[in-house]
């Protein structure tokens, strides 16, 4: 079984991830055929901002 973890960090983790870095995260997966339904693990910083987002099969 081959199994793929995409994984994209925000440019600045204190601000959090610009929509444009969510986006290329998304289409980055898309392109790694992760499947629509998998599970999101994310890590934010004190103030809600996404630092780091990733899928875990």
Do not use: F, Q, S
Not at 13 to 40: F, I, Q, S, W
């Amino acid at each position: 079984m081959i199994t793929r973890t995409v994984k994209a960090d925000a440019a600045d983790p204190k601000l959090g991830m610009t929509l444009d870095e969510l986006a290329a995260y998304v289409d980055e997966a898309r392109n790694a055929e992760v499947p629509g339904g998998a599970h999101l693990h994310v890590r934010v910083n004190m103030r809600g901002g996404i630092k780091t987002v990733e899928t875990k099969p």
